[in-house]
């Protein structure tokens, strides 16, 4: 009897240890696959960019967390440190997904265990509990919102809390303001048990001096931007560049689609299933796929075949457990009528925001996915299941077959550092290199940040826009083969946004090095050397 009272006292607890550890073990070591990694980690080890505009808090905890475990000596490595704070993050959040299912649905213990696996194994949520970004601290603050909104009755204390955690979880990342009507909605609807207005200046207040406060003082106090140009210049960020928006339309559908779907599974795999691999292409034309082919180069056909099997079999449990849920929705949903708006609301406010902000990327559907899995496996509870398969065990089956295709088909994979392209791409230039030597790009995108960390060299981009007579490029590889150096070009582009679009530069070097001009036979990299 004591033992199982102690379990129940601390069943959070053990439930956090045993997250931590799961995410310990599986961390990855692939900084390409998550885009902006490999430039947060070189940021974070050289204590520059601490404060960026999107995400303000992020880079300078991490930066202060690293340095606190480096200290302590508790890792070898910056990048164990700086995954070991998202991955306690990540541990959070699922303490949070147990509570959902433990004190919302009003589960058992190991039922609700049995639920909080299924989005620990979803790719989105997996993937980034595991490597360097920003995701994780905004995503826990958000489920102990939502956690608390979800109360049957919400005083006007509980608000005052979630204004703190909310404007907490929009400094950890900008586009979590779209959480507000979330909030007012809920607000209103309490409206019988509070003081409307007050919580409303309340809420607002607070997330205004704490937004506002942050914002301004960083660019006060920190980086110098005292003008209001400088300061909106710097705030908006990509919000204001038209590239990241897109309109309505069926194409806009189909990337919001792809990116949803990444969110639970990896798909690694499916680049060595022969029927799916071509209708894969087409579908992503507008992307590069080279590193995620790259990735799921070991994958045998055998094995990219049974992965496809098991993935068949989750996506028609799930689908089944969705339209039934949708059929008797009103059945089930009045049992658990604050949860479920609270849950509802959320998914619609962010899913519709996302369908227009980089639809087609994966992280930004990470919260909607854990957020799914909690509203459907909660009301799951009620409704006996599927297929006569009774919770638990619908949900340890969807778990353990998340955890196979996302395992064997992405995160197994995921986890070497030799199975990142763009390190591949620059290992010739760190193994042939010297400093002195200079390296010119086409495209900047990834491979500068993984020469800055891996080579001793002088990296340069190739300007768009400069003719050649006014860049200073002729002069600098001049100077660099006087000294003895050699010049490395990579003729290559991955992302056309950050790439230059004319042949110039490469003209000028076969004009005028062309006999010193040698194409390095490297499979995955098309790269010149100069000497």
Known sequence: MKERNLLKRYDALLVYAGSLLFFILTRTANFSAAHDSIDYLNNLEHGTNLFVNAHLLYHISAYAFM??????????????AVELMDSAWAAGSMVMVFLFFRHRFGFTRGNSIACALVPAFSFGFWFYATNIEVYMPPLFLILVILYLLSRPKISSGTFL???????LAILYHQSNIVLIPVVLIRIWQSRANIRLIPVLVRY???GTLMVAGGYLGVSWFVLGYRTFPEFYSWFAGMASQTYYWNPVGLSTLKDAFVGFSHSFIGGHFIFNVPLISPILHRMLSNHSLDDEMYISRHITPWLSGVIFLAFLVFLVLALALVVKLIAS?????ASFRPTTITLTLFLVCYSVFFYFWMPSNLEFWINQSVVFWVLVLGLSGSSGGVWNIPQPW?????????FFVNYFGSMRWLRSLDNDLFYRKVQFVEAHSSPGDLVLLRDDWQLEDYLQRYTPDRTEVIPARDTLKASPLPAEISSCLGAGGRVFFFDEVHNPGNAVKDDDFKDYLLDTYGHRMELIPDPYARLYEIR
């Open 67 to 80: 340095k606190a475990v480096m200290a302590l000596h508790l890792v070898h490595k910056t990048y164990y």
């Open 161 to 167: 809390a979630v204004a703190v955690l909310h404007g």
């Open 204 to 206: 607002a207040g607070i």
């Open 329 to 333: 929705r009103k059945k089930y949903v």
């Open 394 to 402: 619908l949900s340890l089956v969807l778990a353990a077959l998340l």
